[in-house]
Protein backbone atom coordinates (compact mmCIF):
# COMPACT_ATOMS: atom_id res chain seq x y z
CA UNK A 1 0.00 0.00 0.00
CA UNK A 2 1.27 3.54 -0.49
CA UNK A 3 0.16 6.18 1.56
CA UNK A 4 1.37 10.14 0.73
CA UNK A 5 0.43 12.45 3.45
CA UNK A 6 0.22 16.52 2.88
CA UNK A 7 0.76 18.33 6.44
CA UNK A 8 2.32 21.82 6.74
CA UNK A 9 4.43 20.20 10.14
CA UNK A 10 5.87 17.04 8.15
CA UNK A 11 8.42 16.64 10.97
CA UNK A 12 5.56 15.87 12.98
CA UNK A 13 5.33 12.43 10.88
CA UNK A 14 8.65 11.27 11.16
CA UNK A 15 8.63 9.46 13.46
CA UNK A 16 5.41 7.54 13.78
CA UNK A 17 6.29 5.17 10.78
CA UNK A 18 10.44 4.40 11.64
CA UNK A 19 9.83 1.65 14.21
CA UNK A 20 8.45 -1.33 15.39
CA UNK A 21 5.58 -2.82 13.38
CA UNK A 22 5.15 -0.03 10.86
CA UNK A 23 9.08 -0.24 10.15
CA UNK A 24 9.09 -3.53 9.28
CA UNK A 25 6.12 -3.10 7.26
CA UNK A 26 7.90 -0.58 5.76
CA UNK A 27 11.29 -2.61 5.20
CA UNK A 28 9.17 -5.55 3.46
CA UNK A 29 7.45 -3.13 1.16
CA UNK A 30 4.54 -4.07 1.81
CA UNK A 31 3.92 -0.14 3.45
CA UNK A 32 5.30 3.26 1.88
CA UNK A 33 4.26 5.93 3.48
CA UNK A 34 5.46 9.46 2.25
CA UNK A 35 5.00 12.62 3.17
CA UNK A 36 5.01 16.30 1.81
CA UNK A 37 5.51 19.69 3.17
CA UNK A 38 2.19 21.76 2.07
CA UNK A 39 4.58 24.80 1.60
CA UNK A 40 6.40 23.19 -1.36
CA UNK A 41 3.58 24.29 -3.38
CA UNK A 42 2.90 27.78 -1.22
CA UNK A 43 1.30 30.58 -3.27
CA UNK A 44 4.37 33.03 -2.24
CA UNK A 45 8.07 33.34 -1.98
CA UNK A 46 7.07 33.60 1.85
CA UNK A 47 5.73 30.33 2.56
CA UNK A 48 1.95 31.36 2.59
CA UNK A 49 -0.72 28.37 2.43
CA UNK A 50 -3.27 29.58 4.87
CA UNK A 51 -5.28 33.23 5.30
CA UNK A 52 -8.28 34.82 7.22
CA UNK A 53 -11.47 33.56 7.18
CA UNK A 54 -14.11 35.29 5.08
CA UNK A 55 -16.82 36.73 7.45
CA UNK A 56 -14.24 37.69 10.16
CA UNK A 57 -13.82 35.42 13.18
CA UNK A 58 -10.08 34.46 14.76
CA UNK A 59 -7.91 31.38 13.42
CA UNK A 60 -6.64 31.23 9.70
CA UNK A 61 -7.89 28.71 7.54
CA UNK A 62 -5.72 26.86 4.63
CA UNK A 63 -6.03 28.01 1.02
CA UNK A 64 -7.69 26.11 -1.77
CA UNK A 65 -4.55 26.72 -3.95
CA UNK A 66 -1.31 24.78 -2.68
CA UNK A 67 -4.16 22.30 -1.54
CA UNK A 68 -5.15 21.74 -5.03
CA UNK A 69 -2.16 22.03 -6.19
CA UNK A 70 -0.62 19.55 -4.29
CA UNK A 71 -3.52 16.98 -4.78
CA UNK A 72 -3.35 17.42 -8.50
CA UNK A 73 0.36 17.15 -8.75
CA UNK A 74 0.42 14.12 -6.53
CA UNK A 75 -2.44 12.24 -8.47
CA UNK A 76 -0.87 12.84 -11.68
CA UNK A 77 1.62 9.53 -10.25
CA UNK A 78 -0.55 7.84 -8.25
CA UNK A 79 -4.04 7.17 -9.12
CA UNK A 80 -5.58 7.71 -5.11
CA UNK A 81 -8.62 5.56 -4.55
CA UNK A 82 -9.40 7.76 -1.46
CA UNK A 83 -8.68 11.48 -0.20
CA UNK A 84 -9.06 11.83 2.81
CA UNK A 85 -9.20 15.21 5.28
CA UNK A 86 -8.55 14.47 8.67
CA UNK A 87 -11.11 16.86 10.62
CA UNK A 88 -12.81 16.77 14.50
CA UNK A 89 -16.34 16.96 12.08
CA UNK A 90 -15.45 14.02 10.20
CA UNK A 91 -16.80 10.14 10.50
CA UNK A 92 -15.42 8.88 13.93
CA UNK A 93 -12.39 6.51 13.38
CA UNK A 94 -13.26 2.70 14.53
CA UNK A 95 -12.22 -1.44 13.76
CA UNK A 96 -14.41 -1.68 10.72
CA UNK A 97 -12.97 1.79 8.64
CA UNK A 98 -9.45 0.40 9.56
CA UNK A 99 -10.07 -3.09 8.10
CA UNK A 100 -11.97 -1.20 4.79
CA UNK A 101 -9.22 0.82 4.21
CA UNK A 102 -6.37 -1.77 4.43
CA UNK A 103 -8.06 -3.05 1.69
CA UNK A 104 -6.89 -0.24 -0.50
CA UNK A 105 -3.87 0.47 -2.52
CA UNK A 106 -2.88 4.03 -2.53
CA UNK A 107 -4.37 6.56 -0.37
CA UNK A 108 -3.69 10.92 0.50
CA UNK A 109 -4.17 11.89 3.60
CA UNK A 110 -4.59 15.63 4.29
CA UNK A 111 -3.56 17.09 7.40
CA UNK A 112 -5.55 20.50 8.24
CA UNK A 113 -4.21 23.13 10.74
CA UNK A 114 -5.27 26.04 12.78
CA UNK A 115 -9.36 26.51 10.87
CA UNK A 116 -9.58 23.93 8.99
CA UNK A 117 -8.88 23.50 4.99
CA UNK A 118 -11.04 25.43 2.89
CA UNK A 119 -14.60 24.02 2.44
CA UNK A 120 -13.94 23.93 -1.34
CA UNK A 121 -11.70 21.24 -1.30
CA UNK A 122 -13.32 19.46 0.97
CA UNK A 123 -16.53 19.36 -1.48
CA UNK A 124 -14.43 19.01 -4.85
CA UNK A 125 -11.50 16.53 -4.29
CA UNK A 126 -12.04 14.91 -0.84
CA UNK A 127 -13.95 11.18 -0.77
CA UNK A 128 -13.79 10.33 3.10
CA UNK A 129 -13.40 13.08 6.20
CA UNK A 130 -11.92 11.29 9.84
CA UNK A 131 -12.18 12.11 13.41
CA UNK A 132 -10.32 10.13 15.77
CA UNK A 133 -12.65 10.93 18.56
CA UNK A 134 -14.51 13.94 20.58
CA UNK A 135 -12.22 15.89 21.61
CA UNK A 136 -9.84 18.84 19.17
CA UNK A 137 -5.94 18.18 18.25
CA UNK A 138 -4.38 20.88 17.14
CA UNK A 139 -3.62 19.69 13.81
CA UNK A 140 -4.47 16.31 11.34
CA UNK A 141 -1.03 14.83 11.89
CA UNK A 142 -1.09 13.07 15.15
CA UNK A 143 -4.90 11.80 13.75
CA UNK A 144 -2.89 10.48 10.54
CA UNK A 145 -0.50 8.61 12.43
CA UNK A 146 -3.04 6.79 14.41
CA UNK A 147 -4.92 5.67 10.90
CA UNK A 148 -2.11 4.84 9.77
CA UNK A 149 -0.15 2.81 11.82
CA UNK A 150 -4.13 1.01 12.51
CA UNK A 151 -4.55 -0.08 8.87
CA UNK A 152 -0.51 -0.29 8.31
CA UNK A 153 -0.82 -3.53 10.80
CA UNK A 154 -3.91 -5.27 9.00
CA UNK A 155 -2.27 -5.37 6.00
CA UNK A 156 -1.06 -8.89 4.86
CA UNK A 157 2.35 -10.33 5.85
CA UNK A 158 2.88 -7.40 8.16
CA UNK A 159 1.45 -8.91 11.46
CA UNK A 160 2.73 -12.91 11.93
CA UNK A 161 0.56 -15.10 12.94
CA UNK A 162 2.15 -15.14 16.46
CA UNK A 163 0.43 -11.71 16.72
CA UNK A 164 -2.28 -11.43 14.26
CA UNK A 165 -4.88 -9.16 13.90
CA UNK A 166 -7.38 -11.41 14.00
CA UNK A 167 -7.36 -11.81 17.96
CA UNK A 168 -7.16 -8.15 18.33
CA UNK A 169 -10.00 -6.19 20.45
CA UNK A 170 -12.35 -5.04 18.78
CA UNK A 171 -12.49 -7.28 15.40
CA UNK A 172 -15.12 -9.61 17.28
CA UNK A 173 -16.88 -6.47 18.78
CA UNK A 174 -14.74 -7.85 22.23
CA UNK A 175 -12.28 -6.64 23.95
CA UNK A 176 -9.21 -8.88 24.90
CA UNK A 177 -8.71 -10.77 27.43
CA UNK A 178 -6.20 -10.64 30.31
CA UNK A 179 -2.63 -11.92 29.50
CA UNK A 180 0.12 -12.82 31.65
CA UNK A 181 3.59 -14.04 31.22
CA UNK A 182 6.43 -15.46 33.57
CA UNK A 183 7.28 -15.29 36.34
CA UNK A 184 3.96 -17.18 37.20
CA UNK A 185 3.88 -15.65 40.78
CA UNK A 186 5.26 -12.31 41.13
CA UNK A 187 4.79 -10.86 44.48
CA UNK A 188 2.31 -13.22 45.74
CA UNK A 189 -0.10 -12.18 42.62
CA UNK A 190 -0.42 -15.98 40.86
CA UNK A 191 -1.03 -16.07 37.14
CA UNK A 192 -4.98 -17.92 36.94
CA UNK A 193 -4.38 -21.59 37.19
CA UNK A 194 -6.48 -22.23 33.45
CA UNK A 195 -3.38 -20.54 31.57
CA UNK A 196 -0.81 -23.22 33.17
CA UNK A 197 -2.88 -25.73 32.47
CA UNK A 198 -1.89 -26.94 28.85
CA UNK A 199 -5.60 -27.40 27.99
CA UNK A 200 -6.12 -25.65 24.86
CA UNK A 201 -9.60 -25.83 24.89
CA UNK A 202 -10.50 -24.49 28.45
CA UNK A 203 -7.94 -21.91 27.67
CA UNK A 204 -10.18 -20.65 24.68
CA UNK A 205 -12.93 -20.77 26.70
CA UNK A 206 -11.51 -18.71 29.31
CA UNK A 207 -10.34 -16.31 27.47
CA UNK A 208 -13.65 -15.86 25.54
CA UNK A 209 -14.83 -15.60 28.96
CA UNK A 210 -12.93 -13.00 30.47
CA UNK A 211 -13.20 -11.32 27.02
CA UNK A 212 -17.03 -11.05 27.83
CA UNK A 213 -16.84 -9.76 30.95
CA UNK A 214 -14.05 -7.38 29.87
CA UNK A 215 -16.46 -5.85 27.36
CA UNK A 216 -20.03 -5.64 29.67
CA UNK A 217 -18.02 -3.79 32.38
CA UNK A 218 -16.45 -1.86 30.21
CA UNK A 219 -17.68 -1.15 27.12
CA UNK A 220 -21.29 -2.47 26.91
CA UNK A 221 -22.25 -0.39 23.70
CA UNK A 222 -20.00 -2.97 21.40
CA UNK A 223 -22.15 -5.63 22.73
CA UNK A 224 -25.18 -4.16 20.53
CA UNK A 225 -23.26 -3.49 17.29
CA UNK A 226 -23.93 -6.05 14.77
CL1 LIG B 1 -8.84 14.06 12.63
N1 LIG B 1 -8.21 16.39 13.66
C1 LIG B 1 -8.19 17.29 14.65
N2 LIG B 1 -7.61 18.47 14.45
N3 LIG B 1 -8.73 17.07 15.84
C2 LIG B 1 -9.30 15.89 16.02
C3 LIG B 1 -9.34 14.90 15.03
C4 LIG B 1 -8.78 15.20 13.84
N4 LIG B 1 -9.98 13.82 15.52
C5 LIG B 1 -10.32 14.15 16.75
N5 LIG B 1 -9.90 15.37 17.07
Known sequence: MNIHIISVVPELLESPFSHSIMKRAAEKGLLNVTVHHLRKWAVNEYGMVDDYQFGGGAGMVMMCEPLV????????????????????????????????????????LICGHYKGIDQRVRDHFVTREISIGDYVLSGGELAAAVVVDAIGRLIPGVLNDETSALFDSFQDNLLAPPVYTRPEVYRDWKVPDVLLSGNHKLIEEWRYEQALHRTKEKRPDLLDRE
Open 69 to 108: KAIEELSTETNFDEIIYFTPDGNRFDQPTANELSLKGNLL
